[in-house]
């Protein structure tokens, strides 16, 4: 958002169109090319009137223009202050990005200072040393295709020693832990927590053809939502990472239809238990009975 309404799509086309000026290049023609691959359904009609009428006075009617170079696209203070927030995140370190450029810049705000009240408090130790370095070591044998060795103590205490085909990093916001997925010689597809892995050794390249990723399975899911203490904007809020329609229904209630991978079923299943009565399945039922499951779950485990 921030950056988007710096340079959006009309100041993108408009520094191309500028640039073929400015390079001598620029023609009625192209004027309309440009606006039709960088800007949105009606730039065609915006963007060539405006500046041929004068509106814009950025170019001369022969194409010309008075500008003598090509537009630059600095990077604003506010846009360095949200990367230096952005990247004092621990996550984002794990990757190997620092703050080297920005040492003096003012982060907007202090990322230690949010309220997750959604999520576990057990998340992974991201700043610990060895858990950054067989973080990386995994990271690497996804992008390269390797072979790993991977020591882990299972959720039974059991420890384990495989060697597994890696071909995906996932992470899990309301965990607040990365996941591996992995193939192995045991069980076709596993999913380990990186918390839980304390040893990790890369072997030789395997072919991706003979080990091919599972294919995502994407399923629907129709919620009813009674509008009380913010539940729609807090939802929207929630769901934003899922593809989803939202209508109105009723005085106070809405209709929300998500697209979600089936993997991430049990976390949808949890955040929108955390909504309480003020959300509802509407279908499928299948997903209703693993909302009541889920509860009766927690029931028991509160007996104990």
């Known amino acids: 958002m921030l950056f988007s309404e710096y340079y959006g799509e009309y100041y993108a086309c408009v520094s191309e169109i500028l640039s073929e000026a400015v390079e001598g290049t620029l023609t009625r023609e192209k004027i309309g090319e440009i606006a039709a691959k960088q800007g949105f ?45 952005l990247l004092l995140d621990p996550r984002i370190r794990l990757f190997g990005l620092t703050d080297e450029g920005l040492e003096d810049v003012q982060p907007l705000f202090d990322p230690g200072k949010i ?10 130790p991201y700043e610990d040393e060895g858990y950054i370095e067989r973080f990386r070591l995994l990271l690497e044998a996804v992008k390269t295709h390797r072979k790993t060795q991977v020591i882990f103590d299972s959720h039974r205490g059991a420890h384990n020693n495989w060697t597994v085909i890696p071909y995906r990093l996932e992470y899990s916001s309301t965990d607040d832990k990365f996941r591996l997925l992995c193939h192995s010689k045991k069980w076709s597809n596993r999913t380990l927590n990186l918390s839980r892995i304390t040893y ?11 080990y091919p990723v599972p294919k995502l399975t994407n399923e629907s899911l129709t919620l009813e939502i009674t509008n009380e203490r913010n539940a729609l904007e ?3 809020l929630q769901f934003s990472y899922l593809a989803k329609r939202t209508e109105r229904t009723g005085e106070n209630t809405y209709r929300m239809t998500l697209h979600y991978r089936q993997e991430d079923e049990t976390e949808l ?23 009541r499951e889920r509860i009766k779950k927690q029931y028991r485990y509160n007996l104990t």
């Not at 309220?115 to 992974?124: I, T």
Request: glycine fraction near 6%.
């Open 115 to 124: 309220v997750w009240y959604d999520r576990y408090s057990n998340g992974d």
């Open 41 to 85: 359904g009606e730039s065609m009609l915006v963007i060539p009137a405006n500046l041929r009428n004068g509106n814009w006075p950025l170019v001369t009617p022969d194409c010309k223009t008075m500008i003598r170079h090509i537009p630059p696209h600095p990077v604003t203070l506010l846009q360095k202050r949200w990367l230096k927030t």
């Open 200 to 210: 990790v050794r890369l072997w030789g390249t395997f072919d991706p053809d003979e």
């Open 234 to 236: 807090r939802a929207m």
């Open 269 to 291: 299943v949890i955040k929108i238990i955390s909504f309480g009565p003020l959300v509802r399945v509407v279908e499928p039922d299948r997903f209703a009975a693993l909302i």
